[in-house]
Every structure is written in structure tokens, then in C-alpha cells.
């Protein structure tokens, strides 16, 4: 997450903080993050419910992969009959 946001040489850059994905300054400590989200259930990762906003408390779950690929900026929905 931070490096993503923070660190423009990591390749993953472009698409958090290179298009303004900020990280809530509280996060700055661990203990707090683990506060907010407690540890990370079995099979789940961190997740954005809107990928238009940063990470913070509000805005952060815990997901399964297929959640996260429905949940993806580039997804497209059609609707096929009707």
C-alpha cells in the first residue's frame, strides 16, 4: 500500500499515487492501521471500495480475490437482454 502510493519507482506507481491515491496520514502507524482493520482474515487482502479514493478507514475492507477482480477501475458492465 505505501509503496504503491508513495514510492514512484515502484511500477505500480502509475496507477495509486501517480493518479492521486493517498493513504489517511493515521495509517502512518502500523498499530493504528491494525486497529482500524485488525489482521488480515485467512484468504482475504486489502481492498478500496471506491477505487476513486485513497486508503483510510472508511474507505478499506477486506476481500477475496473475486471481489477485488469485480471491483477493478477497468471493469465494464453490459446487459444482455434487457
Known sequence: MHQRCEQSTQKAY??????????????DSFEQFLIDMGEAPRGLT??????SKGYSKDN????????????KSNNRYLTHNG
Open 60 to 71: 478499506c475492507r477486506w476481500a477475496t480475490v473475486l471481489e477485488q477482480a469485480q471491483n
Open 14 to 27: 502509475p496507477r495509486y499515487g501517480g493518479r492521486g491515491i493517498t493513504i489517511c496520514t493515521e495509517w
Open 46 to 51: 486489502l481492498d478500496r471500495r471506491d477505487n
